[in-house]
């Protein structure tokens, strides 16, 4: 009987301390938000691998309230949910981890060669596939690898569209069907969906927002595309990942693959299949996460397989980030250090020095694609990159030409004879991915 009396006693302090906790994230949220120019925040909670809690705050649109049937665009949180559909297609036998993938799709841009047969689901979920992030945003405007498939890092979204076109083939069946045959239906969810769903009322839409409360254009996404675009209540993802940390019906073995370093990121970062991977923080936990990153989305996600508990947030703004992560820091006692290690970056050493009045020589607006750009400002004396969304970095100067931000993102100032700077190259782990030409 005093077994059973000091258990229940254990039981209600773990909810009264989690009671407590939530308490004070729904004290603080309108604050946050309000700081930041949020309208809408999602919070899901899991806790001993059960959904525990979800709750959106604020509103879809300025002056329309959300709710707990709000539809949010989750960015690139899409990429979780896609390896998980793979994961349970590998599990069942449908497809192995590490056969080439080129047997069941060839892009146009590509030909059957060394790197090629080389290129398998592995890779791909770890981001090691060897292809930008995406091809209009490369120089050559084509799919090309970078390097050899498995021999380093390098974050890209076609590599996930070339799994999913695979297996699509392999399969006969698309995306949609499969998710919804393996891992929707089987847990009764009806409100996420790689595309939009003709039976969803468009008046549940979360609408994207600048750091001004204004709304960006918004339609529905309709284009199938494994690495973004899900949408999804808080409810419907959070019990995706509630499932997760229960091992998501996974063989033994690839659910040990999911959380196991693959490549590494950056000191203690690491990616594992479709996740980041903490392997191990100071209080002996693991860690995986994922972000999501577009204009006026900013999403996030963190389990704790060890301890089966987790987080989800959804906001719908460009400064959401900065929402997630006081959310993430106050809930749970991990959360300071996940972001220590995820926000951490070199510091560069200044090399060269440019003359004051030069400065603005290299200033300007460049443009990536159509209705993609970046800027280069000055700042005190500086030369900063600004990138719509997200917060300005400081460029270090190497050389006249060239100029770091940290360890993955390089900078090279490219002159023509009549117009001076017209050019600026980023490069992200040494591999050249972005090129914008001088439109102001």
Known sequence: MKKLKFLFLIITMYAQAQNSAIGTLEKHIPKWQEEHKVPAVAIGVIEEG????????????????????????????????FATVVLKLISQGELSLDEPLYKYHLDPDLKVDGNLKKLNARFVLSH???FVNWRN?????????????????????EGYEYLRKAIENKLGHGLPKLAEEVLF???DLTDIAFTWNPDWDMKKVVYPHNKNFEAYEYAPRTELNAAAGLQTTIKDYTEVCAYVLNGAGFSQSVYDELATPQIKVKEHLFYGLGWEVIPELSNKESVIMHSGDENGIKTFVV???????????????DAGF????????????????????????MVPTEKYVIPSKRLKDYT???????????????DNGKLNLVIPGQKSVRLVAQSEKVFLVDEELKVEFVKSEKQGVDTV?????GVKSYEGRRIE
């Open 50 to 81: 059960k959904v525990s809690y979800t709750k959106v705050f604020g509103e879809q649109r300025i002056g329309i309230p959300a709710n707990a049937k709000s539809i949010f665009t989750v960015a690139s949180l899409t990429k979780p949910i």
């Open 128 to 130: 090691q596939s060897g």
């Open 137 to 157: 945003m490369s120089p050559s405007k084509k799919l090309e690898f970078n390097f050899e498939p498995g021999s380093q890092y390098l974050y890209s979204g």
């Open 185 to 187: 239906k089987p847990l």
């Open 303 to 317: 389990l704790l397989p060890k301890s089966k508990k987790g987080m989800v947030i959804f906001t719908n703004a």
């Open 322 to 345: 900065e929402v997630y992560q006081k959310v993430v820091e106050s809930y749970l006692e991990e959360g300071r250090e996940i972001f220590e290690i995820k926000n951490k970056k």
């Open 364 to 378: 300007g607006t460049f443009q990536i694609k159509e209705n993609v750009t970046f800027n280069i400002v000055e």
């Open 425 to 429: 190259v980023l490069y992200q782990y």
